[in-house]
């Protein structure tokens, strides 16, 4: 399973951004919840910031609600998943990561964001977010 992520870039306060993440490698019609986690240095927390789960349901942090936005495109030779970032804040500069667990359950119990807590076996890269005020 390969997961990669782009979209990333520096973009000043207030604009937007696309942010998507190319799954490969996963059995199409196999269940998973996959999220986006966000890190502003080597070596800190993680935060998750959205999640969807096989069945089309969405999950937010409290601090992004309203203004980042999840969605997966389900083309059979490359699903991928996206993240719609508006009204950017200088608080959201970090790596952003794309992680997939085999277990819905992840998702709908809520332990999505909380990666010691979940399955999270298929991680990329990365792609970073930097904004300007």
């Known amino acids: 399973v390969q997961l990669v992520e782009s979209g990333g870039g520096s973009v000043q306060a207030g604009g937007s951004l696309t942010l998507s993440c190319a799954v490969s490698?996963?059995?199409?019609?196999?269940?998973?919840?996959m999220a986006w986690f966000r890190q502003t240095s080597p070596g800190s927390e993680r935060e998750g910031v959205a999640a969807f789960d096989s069945d089309r349901r969405t999950y937010y942090g409290e601090s992004v609600k309203g203004r980042f936005s999840i969605s997966r495109d389900n083309a059979y030779a490359r699903p991928t998943l996206y993240l719609q970032i508006s009204a950017l804040r200088p608080e959201d500069t970090a790596m952003y990561y794309c992680?997939?667990?085999?277990?819905?359950?992840?998702?709908?119990?809520?332990?999505?964001?909380?990666?010691?807590?979940?399955?999270?076996?298929?991680w990329g890269r990365g792609t970073q977010v930097t904004v300007s005020a």
């Open positions: 992680a997939l667990s085999p277990l819905k359950s992840d998702c709908s119990s809520g332990r999505w964001s909380e990666p010691g807590k979940s399955n999270y076996a298929h």
């Open positions: 490698g996963y059995p199409y019609s196999t269940r998973y919840c």
